[in-house]
T-cell receptor
Framework: DTEVTQTPKHLVMGMTNKKSLKCEQHMGHRAMYWYKQKAKKPPELMFVYSYEKLSINESVPSRFSPECPNSSLLNLHLHALQPEDSALYLC????????????FGSGTRLTVV | EDQVTQSPEALRLQEGESSSLNCSYTVSGLRGLFWYRQDPGKGPEFLFTLYSAGEEKEKERLKATLTKKESFLHITAPKPEDSATYLCAVQAREAAGNKLTFGGGTRVLVKP
């Protein structure tokens, strides 16, 4: 298995809703990432998990809450989002040790109404 | 601070018309440079990693090269299916969490 699987592919939520994005990989990668990408812009790093521990939080607002229940799963919990949070949310993974490229998932297209 | 600049922002090509994309970078000790292809609404798809100046890699109609200050992605005799956004990213030797710094991308449209 050489894939990063993200669900759902599309999500529409209201500003008072609570929802979660899910990311799964079975490549034995020990680093997992959340990126946010707005239209026609490059991906921006949000969070890094290394060996199931949060190692980087790029000053992301608390309405985004990451969780890494085990080495294969990464969640992003969403609460009280704003319309400007609408974007493509990308999950990625890599082996963490040494120099290895990322494998990206297909992303979740989030629309906040 | 690590910086990556890609040019041009957009490129329109006729099928078969070869061209090159540029990625200029400044980084405090390069660990590696990545090229990705991204289709609309999809995640980036890995193309190449380059580790040191002078290195070249090829895949079908694509060839990536690296110098100490920039990388080029050459597209030879492109086909419409090569239409995509091409992203360049660098990883610094001391990058916390193996963080990648991305450039703004080059949107390539190949017309039949």
């Amino acid at each position: 298995d050489t894939e990063v699987t993200q669900t759902p592919k599309h999500l529409v939520m209201g500003m008072t809703n609570k929802k979660s994005l899910k990311c799964e990989q079975h490549m034995g990668h020990r680093a997992m990432y959340w990126y946010k990408q707005k239209a026609k812009k490059p991906p921006e790093l949000m969070f890094v998990y290394s060996y199931e521990k949060l190692s980087i939080n790029e000053s992301v607002p608390s309405r985004f809450s990451p969780e890494c229940p085990n080495s294969s799963l990464l969640n992003l919990h969403l609460h009280a989002l704003q319309p400007e949070d609408s974007a493509l949310y990308l999950c990625a993974s890599n082996r963490d040790r040494g120099f290895y490229g990322y494998t990206f998932g297909s992303g979740t297209r989030l629309t906040v109404v | 601070e690590d910086q990556v600049t890609q040019s041009p922002e957009a490129l329109r090509l006729q099928e078969g018309e070869s061209s090159s994309l540029n990625c200029s970078y400044t980084v405090s000790g390069l660990r590696g440079l990545f090229w990705y292809r991204q289709d609309p609404g999809k995640g980036p798809e890995f193309l190449f990693t380059l580790y040191s100046a002078g290195e070249e890699k090829e895949k079908e109609r694509l060839k990536a090269t690296l110098t100490k200050k920039e990388s080029f992605l050459h597209i030879t005799a492109p086909k419409p299916e090569d239409s995509a956004t091409y992203l360049c990213a660098v990883q610094a030797r001391e990058a916390a969490g193996n963080k990648l710094t991305f450039g703004g991308g080059t949107r390539v449209l190949v017309k039949p």
